[in-house]
């Protein structure tokens, strides 16, 4: 090789195939996928996440969250997201659910626990409970979760005396070895409450009859 | 004058304009490695002991791990290419690099940019988007210095003075290219105007898996293809093949990044792409390894008396580690138990450390003396750094592959609880903080030999005098 023009074609021509081949290909293939109406109900799915939530997306964002955490659950079959004692989801995760995502961040390690599903996690517990679950979890979260690496969020929280004004009503119920001290209360900000929104937001519950047959059949048992 | 004595000058003249654009990239590298290798052991600690550093927002590790890795590739990486890029390119073309301030210009909007990004990372301003979270007002202030840099290559490709273009020069040249089409492609795909939904994850898998592959492995191939028969003093064998292995790899790392994607909710086609161009990157690995290898043999006791020989040597080993790497991941079965684990964190680990930034190690040892005209002060120095890079390589790669794979069997097991799985990862977290932290040393030791040797003021106490004779090389030849 002794031309450069041709040295620079060719190492043009290389970028612009795998570009092309690649990404604009798939682009085309998915990058129009819509929301899908349910018949019976005739609502779309996925929902698009609240305001509220949406601002919380810039928390996890910023926190950096998907340095631990991932949000895709791997379809029946390919690794054991969905077995009985993982349960990161009721289904794999399929290309539609993501388009309600402004930035979609599905993560390479799993260092924590799959996030695509916690929304869904709450078993008995109510709503409001399961917030104060995550915001247990954000401030001290060997309180929850004993054992856990994940690091505590304490900067998410405003720590102020209780004496002289009203208790807060969102104020954490911590036993005393997390609580910061007597006459002191952990209020979570406007950021906390805005992350724990988006986390019980993460739940891709409704399953698509579009996309259902990717999801190889359960084995056939009895009752089901 | 004889040509060889011509030879000899010439190269003295193109060291000379080399001299100082070449420091201050690598100070600036060196700064960013020492910089960003503290971060990674902070941020490799917090993984085994949480309650590190975790009250404070801005070294939490979802922000301390990502600026940590930014600071590494962005600042030592970039730079540590940039340096020996100019020089070899300068070299193989038998022109003087021209222009040097405007690589002075270069380099410190560069290094402001990656500053400022990393510092946005840890303000809270990442888009956490791997390889791409430096908030977006820094990629033009990026783009833009090296764009002073690149046009400096290209330049003085397109004046050499050669009627041969080397192997080298082909690698340099296709990675000054792809770098910046990469860049500018992924912030426009995932900022200017954002694709939706898993395109984003697609377009950045594409992007991580050329700034390794199509970035920094050619960097190291094109150290590796100099300095082997420049030190042994002999021809690359089958060098004919080489050609063919450069389009070879090229083609087929543009298109293996899909495999990042495997079991991801994307089109299936996208994941498999990548997988067949990861088999088929073998072939190219084969015929590097023939080249490489085949020069090598039968030499291998000149690495005793040479310690770039040495890196290049730990770099070639790496970068066939790194493809068996990517082959292995790309295998369904393999990837199913250990994707998501530090085995998969391995992959770019061995490419962008292990091949490449040993590759640069190497470079310097060579280059410069020969810039400076200075002999290395402390050999202990260079003794020290290369055995703490090749014990903490071996100990990295055999550590966390047998330690992803304990991981991912136990995170595919539902019975095993999570908390469970984190107690038994914690020795290899701390075990991976031991590794960084060995290498750190060696990092150490280098920087302070390159302090004594670049440093202005020589060890009297007086100005270097200008360009000394390089000390002779016995086994120091053609061009």
Request: proline share 5%; hydrophobic share 50%.
């Amino acid at each position: 090789m002794k031309n450069g023009l041709a040295l620079f074609l060719g190492v043009f021509a290389t970028l612009a195939l795998s570009w092309a081949g690649l990404l604009l290909t798939a682009h085309k293939q998915i990058g129009g996928l819509n929301q899908f109406k349910d018949p019976a109900d005739e609502t779309l799915y996925p929902q698009p996440l609240s305001g509220l939530a949406n601002q919380g997306r810039l928390v996890y964002q910023d926190l950096g969250c998907v340095s631990c955490h991932t949000q895709q659950v791997r379809q029946q079959g390919f690794g054991n997201d969905l077995a009985e004692g993982r349960k990161w989801g009721e289904r794999g995760s399929y290309a539609r659910d993501y388009i309600r995502d402004q930035t979609v961040l599905i993560g390479q390690n799993r260092i924590g626990p799959d996030l695509r599903n916690v929304g869904s996690r709450l078993g008995d517990a109510k709503p409001d409970e399961y917030a104060q679950w995550f915001y247990k979890l954000l401030y001290a979260p060997q309180s929850v979760a004993a054992g856990t690496n994940m690091p505590a969020h304490p900067f998410l929280f405003d720590v102020h005396p209780v004496a002289g004004r009203q208790p807060s009503a969102h104020a954490l119920v911590l036993s005393s070895k997390f609580a910061p001290g007597p006459g002191l209360e952990v209020v979570p900000t406007p950021r906390a409450v805005a992350l724990v929104a988006y986390l019980q937001s993460l739940k891709d519950t409704y399953d698509y009859p579009t996309e259902r047959s990717r999801n190889t059949p359960a084995p056939k048992q009895g009752g089901h | 004058m004889n040509p060889s004595a011509n030879n000899r000058t010439e190269q003295m003249e193109i060291d000379a304009s080399a001299k100082w654009p070449v420091l201050v990239f690598f100070a600036y590298g060196l700064g960013w490695l020492l910089l960003g290798g503290l971060m990674q052991l902070a941020a490799a600690m917090q993984l085994h002991t949480p309650g590190f550093l975790a009250g404070c927002e801005w070294v939490t590790h979802g922000r301390l791990a990502p600026a940590a890795q930014n600071a590494l590739v962005y600042g030592w990486g970039m730079n540590a290419a940039f340096a020996f890029g100019l020089w070899l390119m300068a070299r193989l073309s038998a022109t003087t690099l021209r222009h040097g301030g405007w690589l002075f210009i270069a380099a410190k909007f560069w290094n402001t940019g990656v500053a400022l990004g990393v510092g946005g990372i840890l303000a809270g301003y990442s888009t956490s988007f791997e390889l791409l979270e430096m908030p977006r007002f820094v990629s033009l202030l990026l783009l833009a210095a090296y764009a002073l840099v690149g046009v400096w290559a290209i330049t003085t490709f397109s004046i050499r003075n050669t009627e041969n273009v080397y192997a080298s020069q082909w690698y340099i040249f296709g990675a000054a290219f792809w770098f910046p089409w990469l860049y500018a492609i992924a912030q426009v795909m995932l900022f200017q105007a954002p694709v939706r939904g898993v395109l984003q994850p697609v377009v950045n898998a594409w992007y991580a898996h050329g700034l390794y592959n199509l970035w920094f492995v050619p960097l190291a191939l094109a150290a590796a293809y100099y300095f082997l028969p420049k030190i042994l003093g002999k021809p690359v064998a089958n060098y004919y093949l080489a050609a063919l292995a450069f389009w070879w790899l090229a083609i087929t790392s543009a298109f293996a990044g899909g495999s990042r994607l495997i079991g991801a909710p994307v089109p299936v086609w996208i994941p498999t792409m990548g997988i067949v161009a990861n088999m088929l990157v073998v072939v190219g690995v084969v015929i590097v390894s023939l080249n490489l290898l085949g020069t090598l043999s039968g030499r291998f006791e000149a690495a005793k008396s040479s310690p770039t020989l040495r890196f290049i040597l730990i770099s070639i080993a790496s970068f066939i580690l790194a493809a068996i790497m990517n082959l292995a991941l790309s295998m369904r079965g393999f990837a199913a138990t250990v994707q998501f684990t530090l085995l998969d964190g391995l992959r770019d680990w061995l490419s962008f450390y292990a091949c490449f930034s040993t590759a640069m190690f190497g470079a310097a040892y060579f280059l410069l003396p020969r810039l400076t005209g200075k002999e290395w002060r402390s050999t202990a120095l260079v003794k020290l750094h290369f055995g703490a890079t090749a014990l903490g390589v071996l100990l990295m790669v055999a550590g966390l592959t047998y330690a992803g794979w304990t991981q991912g069997q136990m995170l595919n097991d539902a019975t095993v609880p999570f908390t469970s799985l984190t107690k038994a990862m914690t020795f290899w977290f701390a075990f991976r903080t031991g590794t960084l932290g060995l290498l750190l040393i060696g990092h150490v030791a280098f920087l302070i030999n390159f302090v004594w040797i670049a440093c202005p003021i020589n060890s009297q106490g007086t100005a270097a005098a200008t360009l000394r004779t390089p000390p002779a090389l016995s086994l120091e030849g053609h061009a």
